[in-house]
Nanobody
Framework: QVQLVESGGGLVQAGGSLRLSCATS????????MGWFRQAPGKEREIVAA????????WYAISVKGRFTISRDNTQNTAYLQMSSLKPEDTAVYYC??????????????????WGQGTQVTVSS
């Protein structure tokens, strides 16, 4: 089993920045493709960014490209989402996810096997 724990969420003004962290524990003998998703009230969960097992390849949703950066430190078993130029529409619960198989990145939630509990990000206008 793999456990994921997000941290770093909070309340920030529009234009501000936050960095989310996702700590992995459990079966950490290998590194997994990981992704960050978010879900706003009344909306479906959507992918924000994804990263391959070694960090060499990344993908971003158009809505966050140029503002968010996904990264990982496999020595610390931790993935990050640096969020800058935040907008009120970025308000959501943010989840990290890990895929048990594969090495590249995935952009469908169904490709991920493990999920964190989520961390709230609120951007005020």
């Amino acid at each position: 089993q793999v456990q994921l724990v997000e941290s770093g969420g909070g309340l920030v003004q529009a234009g501000g920045s936050l960095r989310l962290s996702c700590a992995t524990s459990g079966r950490t003998s290998r590194s997994y493709p990981m992704g960050w998703f978010r879900q706003a009230p009344g909306k479906e969960r959507e992918i924000v960014a994804a990263i391959s097992w070694n960090g060499a390849s990344t993908w971003y949703a158009i809505s966050v490209k140029g503002r968010f950066t996904i990264s990982r430190d496999n020595t610390q078993n931790t993935a990050y989402l640096q969020m800058s130029s935040l907008k009120p529409e970025d308000t959501a619960v943010y989840y990290c996810a890990a895929a048990y198989t594969g090495t590249y990145y995935y952009i469908r939630s169904s490709d991920y096997d493990y999920w964190g509990q989520g961390t709230q990000v609120t951007v005020s206008s």
